[in-house]
């Protein structure tokens, strides 16, 4: 799940950029968000980067929390950081192993998002959500 924040600054307006991502193993969510961008997909956005015309990832954060879990597993100062700042929900997660459990789809894939709608109920900013849905699984 990703959220987009409409913010302010010396005038000009920007964005930043907040992606809910959940520890895995020994990596905590921003180890994790940092390995990704590190990424060769990425390269031209380091090019741009290094050569001082654009860093869009010092605009990227990430939150800690789980689909899984009640409150999408959000600390109550980043839940009302959320509901209180975001303006754009972008939600794309999904567990999509074709073999797992029929629980553990249900769990990610129904729960999670009904998760996040209730999340964006609740944002007071809110201008634009996004939902990107699996096609089957199980």
Known sequence: VAWG???????????????????????????????????????????????????????????????????????????AAVQNEVTMIIHSAADIDLDAPIQKTLKANYVGTRGVLELAAECQQLRVFLHTSTYFVN
């Open 5 to 79: 924040e409409a913010t302010a600054q010396s005038g000009r307006g920007y964005f930043l950029y907040k992606l809910l991502v959940r520890g895995k193993k020994h990596l905590t969510a921003a180890q994790r968000v940092e390995n990704l961008l590190r990424l060769p997909l990425f390269h031209q956005l380091h090019d741009e980067a290094r050569s001082g015309r654009r860093n869009v990832f010092t605009k990227v954060q990430a939150v800690e929390g789980d689909l899984t879990l009640p409150g999408l597993g959000l600390s109550a100062g980043d839940a």
